[in-house]
């Protein structure tokens, strides 16, 4: 299991990638810097990187980190979205799931802006 950081605004994130070959690609593009766009409780911005959806889900748990392939966007999510149903996160359409962010993403909720970094551990 590979392991990254996630800079947002300068505070650091650790995430733990998965097993997937989309994580794998993700990985082999780093380090990316990008500004990130919100949608309710979900950071999302572009990457360098178009492949399909690998295992397409439509629903997803606060501290995932997923790749959406309509937007060729990294996704991260800490709270409900504007189509979630309750306080679970909902992607606006199916996304890959490609790792975990470890620690409290509540300090998210507070932000306006989101200046990504994320790097090799």
Known sequence: ?????????????????????????????????????????????????EVPNEKPIKYVEVGDLAYWAEGNCLCIFFGWTPVSTDDRPKPASAVTVVGRIKGNLDELKKLNEAKIKIEKK
């Not at 299991?1 to 650790?14: G, P, R």
């Not at 593009?29 to 911005?45: H, M």
Request: charged content about 30%.
């Open 1 to 49: 299991m590979k392991e990254i950081n996630i800079f947002i605004n300068d505070k650091k994130f650790e995430v733990e990638l998965n097993e997937t070959k989309t994580a794998e690609k993700i990985y082999g593009i780093l380090p990316i810097v990008a500004e990130g766009d919100f949608w309710g409780n979900e950071i999302y911005f572009e990457i360098p990187l």
